[in-house]
Nanobody
Framework: QVQLVESGGGSVQAGGSLRLSCAVSGATYSSLCMGWFRQAPGKEREGVASIATTARPTYADTVKGRFTISLDSAKNTVYLQMNSLKPEDAAMYYC??????????????????WGQGTQVTVSS
């Protein structure tokens, strides 16, 4: 069973950076589609980015050019580097994993395992 543990959230000022980590256990990420989602209070869950070893990363338009998703094979970890953070980026961020079936993008139905979330706060 895939287990995901996120870390790296925190509080930053607008314009700052954070790097979120998602440690994957129970499977090697090479067989998985990995994604980052976020949900702010009162808002719907939003897909942020996705990646698989044989699929190009995808990004929400709202984060393109500012966020980068990446994989570290040695650590079986997925990262989300977030730069130029804006107050509207504040949310609980969740890592998710699903079986890679030849495509990988941030459709929640593709993901069967979810982390507990890590909070990101951005002050203006």
């Amino acid at each position: 069973q895939v287990q995901l543990v996120e870390s790296g959230g925190g509080s930053v000022q607008a314009g700052g950076s954070l790097r979120l980590s998602c440690a994957v256990s129970g499977a090697t990420y090479s067989s998985l589609c990995m994604g980052w989602f976020r949900q702010a209070p009162g808002k719907e869950r939003e897909g942020v980015a996705s990646i698989a070893t044989t699929a190009r990363p995808t990004y929400a338009d709202t984060v393109k050019g500012r966020f980068t998703i990446s994989l570290d094979s040695a650590k079986n970890t997925v990262y989300l580097q977030m730069n130029s953070l804006k107050p509207e980026d504040a949310a609980m961020y969740y890592c998710a994993a699903g079986d890679y079936r030849g495509y990988c993008y941030t459709l929640p139905a593709l993901f069967g395992a979810w982390g507990q979330g890590t909070q990101v706060t951005v002050s203006s």
